[in-house]
């Protein structure tokens, strides 16, 4: 099955211990991306990238980190988290759909409290 | 990327056809219009996506303003499952960034 999976989907913790939540996708897909979803603000891009070992910033990049050594992993590392990163996450990849179209597949969420 | 706007949210009758609005006054001529929409705890999902032509598949059709500054997003028919948040959003051609959501409609869905 096709499919963006996240680990872990829930995680509670306290400021300055680093964490990683995993991404991965079967799909072969070049893109992949990171969202972060808050009430009122809806989803913003953290960090994308469009291929192995190319990553950019999104626009809420601040206090995070990725990387991308493989096609299907995309991690995201928060090396000191605070508290206002307490937010739930997507990871996303991407496939070209042709004429204009790009179907990004989202993965399950992972809900992150700092405390 | 342009802006569009949605209606907060809307209500459905299961079973009932449902239009979901969205005005984009600002599109340019190589905006393509995207749908997707969000289960309740669940990641957002792709609908469907349109440039000047409407569009059919099996989840909704996308019927676009002659003039393409708006668009209107068709379920045939509801279901409880179809309730969720409806985002409009226009992307460049060829894009394969970021997608700027709105807040989107929320669609209530009554048995």
């Known amino acids: 099955e096709a499919q963006v999976t996240q680990n872990p989907r829930y995680l509670i913790t306290v400021t300055g211990k680093k964490l990683t939540v995993t991404c991965s996708q079967n799909m072969n897909h070049e893109y992949m991306s990171w969202y972060r979803q808050d009430p009122g603000l809806g989803l913003r891009q953290i960090y994308y990238s469009m291929n192995v070992e190319v990553t950019d910033k999104g626009d809420v990049p601040e206090g995070y980190k990725v990387s991308r050594k493989e096609k299907r992993n995309f991690p995201l590392i928060l090396e000191s988290p605070s508290p206002n990163q307490t937010s739930l996450y997507f990871c996303a990849s991407s496939v070209y759909l042709g004429e204009g179209g790009n179907e990004q597949f989202f993965g399950p969420g992972t809900r992150l409290t700092v405390l | 990327d342009a802006k569009t706007t949605q209606p907060n949210s809307m209500e459905s009758n299961e079973e009932e056809p449902v239009h979901l609005p969205c005005n984009h006054s600002?599109?340019?001529?190589?905006?393509?219009i995207h749908w997707y929409r969000q289960l309740p705890s669940q990641g957002p999902e792709y609908v469907i996506h349109?440039?000047?032509s409407n569009v059919n598949n099996r989840m909704a059709s996308l019927a676009i303003a002659e003039d393409r500054k708006s668009s209107t997003l068709i379920l045939h028919r509801a279901t409880l499952r179809d309730a969720a948040v409806y985002y409009c959003?226009?992307?460049?051609?060829?894009?394969?960034?970021?997608?700027?959501f709105g807040k989107g409609t929320k669609l209530s869905v009554k048995p």
């Open positions: 600002t599109i340019s001529g190589t905006d393509y």
């Open positions: 349109g440039l000047t």
């Open positions: 959003i226009l992307r460049w051609e060829g894009s394969q960034g970021n997608l700027i």
